[in-house]
């Protein structure tokens, strides 16, 4: 029997960031991973590989517009399988050099489905491995919708709609929140019609009220369209594809949709079947979701949980926090995670970006504040890419401690990290205000937008 200080059951962002923290602090560590790759969710089926073919739609897409900079194109095709093949290819790069980092950094890499039949025990198959420490990063999976079989052929998941074999002429999206519309793009970039259904009567809940509304005013522009207000009753297979029956959310009306194929991404839900949680008494909420303390231990003492399948943002990046906070307080450091400056982003284009808290959320609270936007089209930089759409808005204290900042624009994912910086220094407006950017460049509409919240734009 092989005895470690430290066995982490999953090899996604969080575990294998997890596991390599902690070999450097000096640590044995094994990590077990059942899905044959290592990298989780995120890296096999979710935010790589989608982030490629975004990328490469992108690229596609853009050949319809550059005659605007004086380039002709001509003849240019699709070849789907090119584009999936480069897809898998950068996926397999990427899963090689985790297994490479395990070598470098001494983690035994255990591959198979892992239990826990008691405490300081985790099982491989016929195999029983003992532990002083247990992690649990098993991350999620896509949250199914009941009554909806998904087949991954016609009505897919995420991970479908990853591998389509070819574009679709009508493709439905339910759910407009992160993953619904960064697909949704992919595919109405490759040629398809993409209707996107959401059962609240707006996009990307959760992020503030007007850069949703500015991104989906933007993502319309590029073809995307929307059915807000709208819950999915049924989908059935006929001999043309599949045909949808929506209600009219409050309104009593029925309404049918044809489509190819179906997208259900409705969200995300925890996995931890198979673990063995339940006769262990680890505690786990109404929503599946694992308990844990301030240092990511669960109800049973030395058994710990992080990433998707505790509460907080399903992140891969708040995986990753989670796992160096978790193993660096084992290991007698302090570790420490602050869910306030924990940004989010949405590959879409534009980019939405976001940190903090929102303007309906400091109105709720009833928080005195002030706030600043600056638009990229009176942006030099944007001019010149023509990528005017968007804006950067700042929301802080009237002190001007910065309280969230929310963005949709082009690199807005990049651009929110000066943001999460000054929120995780303390720094105000004045400070990001008088910090000397680079001209011409994206980064001035966030000075901009600090200098608005003190009601002295230049620009706007």
């Known amino acids: 029997m092989s005895a470690f200080d430290l066995i982490v059951i999953g090899g996604g962002p969080g575990g294998y960031v997890a596991a390599i923290r902690a070999a450097q602090l000096g640590l044995s560590v094994a990590c077990i991973e059942g899905r044959g790759a290592l990298g989780g969710t995120c890296l096999n089926v979710g935010c790589i590989p989608s982030k490629a073919l975004l990328t490469s739609s992108a690229k596609f897409a853009e050949l319809k517009h550059l005659s605007s900079h004086g380039v002709s194109v001509e003849g240019a095709s699709l070849d789907l399988g090119a584009m999936m093949g480069r897809k898998d290819k950068v996926v397999g790069d990427l899963t090689k050099g985790i297994a490479f980092l395990f070598k470098k950094n001494g983690v035994e890499h255990i591959e198979g489905w892992a239990s826990i039949p008691a405490p300081g025990q985790v099982k491989v198959g016929d195999d029983v491995y003992e532990a002083k420490n247990i992690l649990i990063a098993t991350g999620s999976e896509p949250t199914p919708l009941p009554g909806v079989e998904i087949d991954e052929v016609d009505v897919v998941s995420s991970t479908g709609a990853l591998k389509l074999d070819r574009v679709p002429d009508h493709l439905v999206v339910i759910g407009a929140g992160v993953i619904g519309l960064e697909l949704g793009q992919v595919w109405a970039r490759l040629g398809a019609k993409v209707t996107v259904v959401e ?262």
């Open 199 to 460: 059962y609240l009567d707006r996009i990307l809940p959760g992020i503030d009220g007007e850069i949703a509304k500015l991104s989906q005013r933007a993502l319309s522009k590029r073809g995307l369209k929307f059915q807000l207000g709208r819950a999915l009753k049924s989908i059935d297979k006929t001999d043309a594809g599949l045909s949808l029956t929506v209600d009219r959310v409050g309104k009593d009306k029925e309404e049918t949709i044809e489509a190819d194929n179906v997208l259900i991404a409705i969200g995300r839900r925890p996995v931890t079947r198979g673990l063995g949680l339940d006769d262990l008494g680890v505690a786990v909420n109404a929503r599946g979701f694992i308990e844990v303390d301030g240092a990511f231990q669960t109800s049973v003492p030395g058994i710990y949980a992080i990433g998707d399948c505790v509460p907080g943002p399903m992140l891969a990046h708040k995986a990753e926090e989670d796992g160096v906070a978790c193993v660096e307080t084992l290991a007698g450091q302090h570790g420490h995670v602050d869910y306030n400056t924990v940004p989010g982003v949405v590959y879409t284009d534009p980019e939405v970006a976001s940190v903090g808290l929102t303007e309906e959320a400091l109105k709720e609270a009833g928080t005195d504040y002030i706030s600043g936007k600056f638009t990229f089209m009176a942006n030099s930089r944007a001019r010149s890419t023509g990528e005017t759409d968007g804006a950067v808005k700042v929301l802080a204290s009237p002190e001007g401690t910065i309280l969230g900042a929310h963005i949709c624009g082009a690199h807005g994912g990049d651009l929110i990290a000066e943001l999460v910086l000054a929120m995780t220094k303390g720094a105000t407006v004045e400070e990001v205000a008088r910090t000397c950017h680079a001209h011409p460049a994206l980064g001035e509409a966030v000075k901009e937008a600090c200098l608005d919240a003190l009601g002295r734009a230049i620009h706007a």
